[in-house]
Structure formats: structure tokens, C-alpha cells
């Protein structure tokens, strides 16, 4: 029985009028009639919900009728076939999962669906819940199983929904699939990858540079007594050897480059209350000297390794002095190693696989081992590939030279953008954006030629391919109380040059133009 089905039928049971469910209940007249006709259904958990079920208990109660108690009258609505008793939350969820997924246009299911673009956004950040969870969905489904129809479309979908490419061949098929991933997918949300992308989020440079005194660090001159070489065993000497280490190449008179590997776990390290504040000041210290550091990583780590991985180590790579590599083919899994070489000194270890904490490391300043130390680690190097590229403002060029070849090569562009892109603008209106403020002419000159860069780039990936950009339109109170300012990511702009409601209006319209 469907839930219209069901109201109707304890309507008649109480032997009540519309006017009576609608005094009791403080319902309009006219949703009672949409309940009734089934044209709209109240959502599970929602105040109206709970009304009807009240005003049906009570109306009951009146008559003397026994056996129809609010709590009888909700259990009988939540088994009725067409109520799904969803968490919104999880629904919301698995819609931003699968429009990500499937690179879904949005303008295009807006278009199916009749809902507006703006309305689908808040859908997508929570700021606004479907007002029946039932029928968007089913209009998302609907969408998804008429208009995904290719062979790269359908195997997407069928890692995604954990089925077989044959069971979205079918339309009714797909359309029951894709509603019922919907409605109870799972998503799992890892505490870890949750934590560390709030800190990727909230991290400021500044702040960062702040908290380990970056600014103020001075490079002690004071002679470090450590002997030629010396011999660590276990975990607490494992890490006294890599703060000698620190010790040893910020007090040389060293300036060659430096190179780290390491395969042992972090966990236990990162427990140690001192060793991570100590480590990162001597890191610190390392990178204010001005060395440069080769880093090669080890991916074949645990997941929790590579989370303290990378918390260490991204504010470090703002600083532009660190190139990372990693070991393309899996270690293996009998034994652990460490070594790192600066100019002066070289620290290397070595452990059984999960037995770590019984290691030896070894340090030594001696120049002819520290030279045999350093051509190992070189050998390493040449064998490691680059992780990522790190560009710094001195290095603009060679990053503009880099996304240009990018922008030749074939395949679509999804953005996620705050503010709409730069390269939508029209040139007019840039200048005059830019001489309303106080800027001086060489950043006004560098904004606009940043502006034809991205113009550039732009036109080159759209001869091939397609590029989607995904961006909110907020309110002018929402406005307000966040200002917007121009997207001048990847300029090596420190300015912040924000809009004004208008002008953020005027480039939204010109966006919409492009």
C-alpha cells in the first residue's frame, strides 16, 4: 500500500473530514489534498511527517477509537511501498560521489530533471535538502540510465555500483541500480583521509612558518662534538641517529645537496612526543640554510605511514627547496633501509621487516665513506622517478612552459572552482576591474598577462577536449559575509584582489556568455 493509499484509509477508518486533519495537524488544506492524491509525499523524520501522525492518533483518541496510537500510525506510514526512510545526508553524499564519478553535466541533468542549477549546487554542499528525496532520485536515475549509454560510461558505472557492465545494458535495469545506490550506498569515510584534508584545508604558510619559528631560526655555529662515526641500535637510538644526522649537516660548512630515503614505519617514531618537534626543527633548520633536498619516498607504506608522510612533508614543499621521488616498482617485504647523505655526513641503517625496533644505524663523517654513502644514494636517485613538480616564483617560466605543453595534449578538464575562472572574463572589464584598486603596474601587467595565459590555454584544450567547471552561485548575504576575490591561482600572486557583489555578478554573467 502507498502512503496516499494508507491516509486515505485512516481517514476513512477515524471517520474524519479534511477540515478536521488540517486543524488538528496545522496543515494547509491544499497539502492535505496533495498527501491524499499522492502528488507529493512527506518526508520520513520531517515535521509534517510527525503532524499527519499526530493529528491521526488524536483525532482517534477523540472518537474513542482504540488500537491507533501515533506510535502505530508511524510504523504503519514507514512500512507503506513507496517510503524509503532516507538518511539525507548519506543521499547527498552518494548524488556528489556519482556526479563526480561520471563527470556529470550538470546543466544537462538540470535540464532532464527541471530542477534549477543553482538549487542542484546547494543539493551537492548541503545547504538544501531535496523537498521529496524520493522523486530526485528517481529523476537522477532516470537520467543516468537514458542518457549514460557508452562502453566506457557503463563500465565506469559498474565499478562504481559494484555490478556487471550486462545488468546496465538493460534500462529498467540500470534505472533500479542507480536508484538503489542512491538510496543505501555506504560511503566510507576514513577518519584519516577526513583529518588530514580539514588540516590541508585550513593550513596557512604563515602561520605554519609561525608555529617552528621558521622566521626566526638562526643556524648555530657551534661546533657539533660528534665522533668520526658511531653506531645506533633500536628504535629510540634509530631516531637519536637522525637528529645527529640534522645536527651534523646544519653545522658543516657543507652546501651540496642533500638526499633522503627511508622505508622504516613512522608510527611508532610519531608517538614519541619530542622526536617529531625536533625532527621538523632540524629540517627546518636544514632547508633555512638554503640546502637542496632530494627526497625519495617510499609508497609501499601502510596507510597510516602515508598519512604522517604527507603531513610532514607538504608545508615543507611550499618552501620550493625539495624535489620528491619515489621507487616505481614495489620494494620488497623482507628488509628496511635507511640512508641519507649530505655534504659531510651519512647516516644508513638497516632492519628485518616488522622487527625495526631491533635495527643498527650507522653515522659517519668520515669523507671517504660519506663519498661511498653519497654514490649509492645517487645510484638510487637515477633510479627514482619524480613524484611531482614544484614550481617557484623564480621558476614562473618554466611552470608556464609546463601547462602550455599540458593544454596540447588530448582529454577533458574538470574543475571545482570557488569563484569563476579568470579566463571567462571579458578583457574590458579586467581593466577596469584593476583600475578601480590601488595596484601598481607591474602586478596590473602580470595579472593580464596571467589573464591571456589562461585565455591561451583555454582555447587549446577545448580544440580537443572538454572542460568543466564546476562553480557556486552564492547569494549577496552569503556574499558578504565570505568575500569573493579574483582567481589568480598558479600567478605566484600573494594579493588578494576581491569583487564587489556587482562585479561579481557582471563576471558570473560573462561566464555564463563564454
Known sequence: MKFSEQLNEYIETIECTAKELCDISGLSAASISRYRSGERMPEIESETFDKISFAISEIAKQKNIENITEFSVTNTFLKCSDVVIANREQIRQNFDVLVSTLNINVAKLCQYTNYDTSTIFRFRNGSRRPSDPNRFISDVASYISNEFGSISQKKTMAKLFNCNESDLCNQQ???????????????????????????????????????????????????????????????????????????????????????????????????????????????AMMLKKGLHLNKIHNLDRTFEDMMLGLESWIPMYMTGQISPYYLKNVQNNVFMHILKVSGTAALSGEAIAGYHSNGKYYLTKSKDEVAYYRERASELLENAQPLMDIYRADRAKEFTAFILADSQSEGNRRNILSAPPIYTMNEEFLNKFLSKRKIDNETKNKIIAYFKLQKNITENILKTGVITDEIPYISENEFNSCKMSLSLSGMFCETDIFYNYNEYMEHLNQTKNF
Open 173 to 283: 535495469m540500470c534505472y533500479n541500480i542507480v536508484k538503489e545506490w542512491l538510496f543505501n550506498n555506504q560511503i566510507r569515510n576514513n577518519d584519516n583521509i577526513s583529518d588530514f584534508l580539514i588540516k590541508l584545508d585550513e593550513f596557512d604558510l604563515n602561520e605554519y612558518i609561525q608555529a617552528i619559528k621558521f622566521d626566526k631560526i638562526k643556524i648555530p655555529t657551534l661546533p657539533f662534538q660528534l665522533p668520526t662515526s658511531k653506531t645506533y641500535f633500536g628504535l629510540k637510538e634509530m631516531m637519536d641517529s637522525e637528529l645527529d644526522f640534522l645536527k651534523a649537516t646544519v653545522l658543516s660548512k657543507s652546501n651540496a645537496s642533500v638526499i633522503m630515503y627511508s622505508d622504516m614505519p613512522m608510527g611508532e617514531m610519531a608517538k614519541d612526543p619530542e622526536f617529531p618537534k625536533k625532527w621538523m626543527i632540524g629540517m
